[in-house]
């Protein structure tokens, strides 16, 4: 995710910068490196913990929901693929899990694309990608933010995006392409604490919710 990408170059720049010399004293040392790592929590707390963030970052993390909406499809394709080692769909199955607010979240795929069963919920979604896969690439198309997020309470912001599904066959001899409807899904901005040594944070993470088909 981008904050801990953000977080881990913070990180770094402190290891670097707070790198001793043979002629530094002690207690200078000592107090250089508490002022670095005050200044490297003063900096996350500012891009990442503001209890209301500004509005580029709000557009910010409408644009992380899209990202994660595409790397719903690619988690899920490899979850579907059975010639793919059983721990590698295992992980992307849960690389899926983490990507929603919950494990029940609705959300529809044709059943003509699942051998006739009808898949409304994130888990059974994910189950029947583990046991039987999914024949066709799910492709989200289209994807554009529907409703901008606005805040519900103190740690929530919700808002949607509207996108359709394009089914296609993988197989070279049948190469067949279907459009869906358009479907609308919830997404979400939550403010979850965060563990850094001794310091707590709230951080805000995007999530994605329920899909419907209009």
């Known amino acids: 995710m981008k904050w801990l990408r953000y977080i881990w170059i913070l990180i770094m720049i402190w290891l670097v910068c707070s790198a001793r010399t043979c002629n530094e004293d002690e207690d200078a040392v000592a107090?250089?490196?508490?002022?670095?790592?005050k200044e490297l929590i003063e900096n996350?707390?500012?891009?990442?913990?503001?209890?209301?963030p500004a509005d580029s970052s709000l557009r910010a993390y409408e644009a992380t929901a899209i990202d994660k909406l595409y790397d719903f499809a690619d988690y899920l394709r490899i979850a579907s693929d059975t010639s793919v080692d059983l721990k590698f769909r295992q992980h992307a199955a849960e690389m899926v899990r983490t990507l929603f607010i919950h494990g029940e979240t609705e959300i529809e795929i044709k059943g003509r694309y699942t051998s006739g069963k009808e898949l409304n919920t994130l888990d059974?979604?994910?189950d029947y990608s583990l046991s039987e896969g999914i024949s066709y690439h799910i492709n989200p198309v289209g994807i554009t933010v529907n409703d901008r997020f606005v805040r519900e309470n103190d740690s929530t912001f919700a808002g949607s995006l509207?996108?359709?599904i394009k089914y296609v066959s993988p197989s070279v001899s049948d190469?067949?392409?279907d459009l869906s409807g358009l479907y609308i899904m919830d997404i979400f901005?939550?403010?979850k604490i965060k563990h850094f040594g001794p310091q707590q944070l709230g951080v805000w993470e995007v999530?994605?919710?329920?899909?419907?088909?209009l």
Do not use: D, P, Y
Request: net charge negative.
């Open 44 to 52: 996350i707390e500012m891009t990442f913990t503001n209890e209301t």
């Open 189 to 191: 901005l939550l403010r």
């Open 124 to 126: 059974l979604l994910i």
């Open 207 to 213: 999530f994605l919710g329920a899909a419907e088909i």
């Open 175 to 177: 190469q067949i392409e």
């Open 31 to 37: 107090a250089r490196e508490e002022k670095q790592v």
């Open 162 to 164: 509207s996108f359709s």
